[in-house]
């Protein structure tokens, strides 16, 4: 988690790194650590919407 409302120096890395442009950005990672890009936020979407992503994010995930 990474709080982008007031920007420092240090966070430039992870601003280029993701390609981040702004906020609300929400990024979802897979097992091995590799983004899923198509799960991305950019923007304030519904909570079925993100509840989806989340889902789609956890299907692949080991069970407990």
């Known amino acids: ?35 899923r890009e198509d799960l991305r936020v950019e923007t304030d979407v519904g909570k079925k919407s993100f509840a989806a992503r989340m889902e789609k994010i956890l299907e692949n995930a080991p069970s407990p």
């Open 1 to 35: 988690k990474v709080d982008l409302t007031h920007r420092q120096k240090d966070q430039e890395v992870l601003l280029k790194k993701y390609r981040i442009r702004g906020v609300p950005t929400v990024l979802f990672f897979d097992r091995q650590g590799k983004e």
